[in-house]
Structures are given as C-alpha cells and as structure tokens.
T-cell receptor
Framework: RKEVEQDPGPFNVPEGATVAFNCTYS??????FFWYRQDCRKEPKLLMS???SGNEDGRFTAQLNRASQYISLLIRDSKLSDSATYLC??????????????FGGGTRLMVKP | SQTIHQWPATLVQPVGSPLSLECTVE??????LYWYRQAAGRGLQLLFY??????ISSEVPQNLSASRPQDRQFILSSKKLLLSDSGFYLC????????????FGEGSRLTVL
C-alpha cells in the first residue's frame, strides 16, 4: 500500500460544479496534512493546511478523518482557473532527522466551460 | 518575507556530463532544505534533505549527491548524468517542527539526451 494514495483522475467537471477529492494515508501517527496545487510544468504551491476540525478558505473546504485515515478537498463553484493537479501531502511522525513529508501522486482536475 | 530561488530553470545535458543545480533561501535562518524530483506524470520523490550545514541525508540510492556549504544554500550535483536522471527538480525549504509547511522553488527542468 502506498503511504499516501490519491485517485489520479482526471476529473472533468463543468464550470460551477462542486468537486471533491479524497486522499488516504497509511501511517496513523502522521502529524499534519496539506493540500498543494500544481499547475502544468510549475512548482507545487501550498493551497491549504488541513486541521482536525476541518477548515474552509473561500470556495475550498478541507476535512480530516483520522479514524479512517483520509483527508478530503471540496471545491465549490469550480472556475476554469481551478484546473490543475492537486497534491495531498502528509507529514509523518518526528524522528531523529526531522519529520518528513510524503506526497501523493496528485489528482488532476480539468474544469470545462 | 522568505524567498527561495533555484537555477538554472531549464537545461539539456548529454549522458555522462556533470550536473550542478543551485538553490538559495532568503529571509530565514536554519531552514530544513530538500531536493525533490518529479518524473513526467509522476509524483514527487524526495532525493535529499538537510537539517543544517554539512548535514545531508539521502533518501534513495543514485548517482546524485547534495551539499549544503552555507546555511541557506543547497546544491544538487552529479558527476555523470544518466538518461533516467531526466525530470523536474524542485528545491524546497521548511522550518523545523511538527507542522511546518513546505515551500518550493520554481524548479529546474533537466533533459538528458
């Protein structure tokens, strides 16, 4: 089983649609969680952190379910500019050298007019 | 504010030639530094990380090496490139701790011919 697993997609949705991505992680001791966005041939950029209580930033909502070991990202009212690859990122438990991030393979979203 | 820069942005190298990618971070002290590689259509693979000057940890065996000669400088090198070294190389930094987020440079796209 991969440490962080995502459906690669692509998810093809019309403008204005609501779309949700899930991501599962294998290490129950993982400490923190993030969603990153990566545009084609660009570097990943932090979209939002994921908190235990869930958090919302405009049209984006992130949820964490520790019992089932998954995080989710919900995008409401999709825009053409939301087209990108969304990376699920999990920070593992601390060890002597630090606490490492593991990236999922990404979910590609394509928003159509 | 903190910034991260890496260069060169694009390079085409013949098999067997050397490689040097550089990365610098400004506006912070004692960051954790990372080199990732992203092959076409694949997720991010952690190559090296460093928690301090002269401290390098390698995540995967390969013909690449990394060095940290100064607190905010991270260098990725190879003496002889292989075709399989082609990819998108990303430098990143984070602050230590359990919840630190990762911030990426613009990336260096390497094609080995």
């Amino acid at each position: 089983r991969k440490e962080v697993e995502q459906d690669p997609g692509p998810f093809n949705v019309p403008e204005g649609a609501t779309v949700a991505f899930n991501c599962t992680y294998s290490n129950s001791a993982s400490q923190s969680f993030f969603w990153y966005r990566q545009d084609c041939r660009k570097e990943p950029k932090l979209l939002m952190s994921v908190y235990s209580s869930g958090n919302e930033d405009g049209r984006f909502t992130a949820q964490l379910n520790r019992a089932s070991q998954y995080i989710s990202l919900l995008i409401r009212d999709s825009k053409l500019s939301d087209s990108a690859t969304y990376l699920c990122v999990v920070r593992g438990p601390p060890n002597n050298a630090g606490n490492m991030l593991t990236f999922g393979g990404g979910t590609r979203l394509m928003v159509k007019p | 504010s903190q910034t991260i820069h890496q260069w060169p942005a694009t390079l085409v190298q013949p098999v067997g030639s050397p490689l040097s990618l550089e990365c610098t971070v400004e506006g912070t002290s004692n960051p954790n530094l990372y080199w990732y590689r992203q092959a076409a259509g694949r997720g991010l693979q952690l190559l090296f990380y460093s928690v301090g000057i002269g401290q390098i940890s390698s995540e995967v065996p390969q013909n690449l090496s990394a060095s940290r000669p100064q607190d905010r400088q991270f260098i990725l090198s190879s003496k002889k490139l292989l075709l399989s070294d082609s990819g998108f190389y990303l430098c990143a930094w984070s602050l230590g701790g359990l919840t630190g987020e990762l911030f990426f440079g613009e990336g260096s796209r390497l094609t080995v011919l």
